[in-house]
């Protein structure tokens, strides 16, 4: 069974440029997520997918970021404005019930 | 702060066994989990708990759940170089969202 896929693996950036990250979930998993890992620390959610409705983005930062998921699979993750302080791996997850599972991230510097 | 403490750093030597302890906050946590974090990969699932249990074992890794002290342990034993790597604790409350620790730096020596 294929994992969570997420592209691109790396990203750099100058800040106030914009950047998207892609990604596909596990086949068959309803529920997606968008976590944010800064160096040092451990992930923190930025958003909930289930199927194509938002169900948390209490942490996610309106202003800048964005997120969707308009046929229930594929999900987008987008930034615009980007500032230095968004240098980070962005983690996707899907699960099924309680177990999550995670894609290799996309790793972004801002300059 | 955090909801979920974990110590940073962990030195083992190879063929001993490795504890990793946590500590977290909300008492209706509904599962919790172990990831283990290679550098420059994703996180991989290493195993889970229910809360209604105090330990699990799975080859390797035994798993401690004490509900009272909310203290949660993972237990590696015969540690190899492999298992070199950034191990995370992590519950669920609401809607399985995960909420992490930052993580035990475990080094394996010869």
């Known amino acids: 069974e294929a994992g969570v896929a997420q592209s691109p693996r790396y990203k750099i950036i100058e800040k106030r440029q914009s950047v998207a990250f892609w990604c596909n979930p596990i086949s068959g998993h309803a529920t997606l997520y968008w976590y944010q890992q800064i160096l040092g620390q451990g992930p923190k959610l930025l958003i909930q997918f289930q199927n194509n409705g938002v169900v948390d983005d209490s942490q996610l930062p309106k202003d800048r970021f964005s997120a969707e998921r308009l046929k229930g699979v594929d999900s987008t993750l987008k930034i615009q404005p980007a500032k230095l302080e968004d240098s980070a791996v962005y983690l996707c997850?899907?699960?099924?019930?309680?177990?999550?599972?995670f894609g290799p991230g996309t790793r972004l510097l801002v300059l | 702060g955090e909801d979920v403490e974990q110590s940073l750093f962990l030195s083992v030597r190879e063929g001993d066994s490795s504890v990793i302890n946590c500590t977290y906050t909300?008492?209706?946590?509904?599962?919790l989990y172990w990831y283990k974090q290679e550098p420059g990969a994703g996180l991989q699932l290493l195993t889970y708990i229910f809360s209604n249990m105090d330990m699990k074992q799975d080859q390797r890794l035994t798993v401690l759940l004490n509900k009272k002290d909310k203290h949660l342990s993972l237990r590696i034993a015969d540690t190899q170089t492999g298992d070199s790597a950034i191990y995370f604790c992590a519950e669920s409350i609401n809607d399985y969202k995960l909420s992490f620790g930052a993580g035990t730096t475990v080094t394996v020596r010869a």
């Open positions: 909300d008492s209706s946590s509904t599962y």
């Open positions: 997850a899907s699960s099924f019930k309680e177990t999550q599972y």
